[in-house]
């Protein structure tokens, strides 16, 4: 769980001590997890959280608290996008960047991990070029998706033509 260039940063006690601890998480109870989650938060974890996601956000709370958090620019972006959703109530925001040539989109997809790979006109996938990611999608998936939905890309991301498509 611990991020590689991290654990080298770490001395090899504090290393062992950090994973201990992570270890430890997996055989609390869902009401000690949960005890944890409003010691380390200082707030309760919402009614809903899963076992599985208290454990993740527990997990990637210690981290934090070992290692350090998001860089500053990152944490803003997020709470940009947090005050969108807050406020629109909508979770499709775009994220405001298109892919650039030379890209490469990964997708897993039933077990298998599907690269595409932008290019100036459209996509590769497979060696075939393809002129909407939606015609890779439904290649993928056999069945009709948004390409740019399906491989995770906001609305300002795309051109007008696949906006359309999509």
Not at 22 to 27: F, K, N, P, S, V
Not at 113 to 132: K, N
Request: glycine share 10%; net charge positive.
């Amino acid at each position: 769980m611990v991020h590689q260039m991290a654990r080298q940063a770490l001395p090899a006690a504090a290393r062992e001590g950090l994973a201990e601890r992570l270890r430890r998480l997996a055989i609390l109870s869902s009401k000690q997890l949960r005890a944890e989650w409003q010691r380390l938060h200082r707030m309760p974890p919402p009614q809903s959280l899963s076992r599985d996601l208290l454990l993740r956000g527990l997990a990637y709370r210690i981290q934090e608290q070992a290692l350090g958090g998001f860089r500053q620019a990152t944490q803003r972006r997020l709470d940009t996008i947090a005050r969108a959703i807050e406020n629109t109530r909508d979770t499709g925001i775009a994220l405001g960047s298109s892919p650039k040539p030379g890209a490469r989109l990964l997708r897993e997809w039933r077990g298998e991990t599907h690269c595409v790979l932008v290019l100036d006109e459209g996509f590769s996938y497979r060696d075939q070029r393809y002129r909407s990611l939606t015609q890779v999608a439904k290649l993928i998936t056999g069945a009709h998706w948004s390409g740019p939905r399906f491989f995770g890309i906001g609305q300002t991301g795309l051109t007008r033509r696949e906006a359309r498509d999509g």
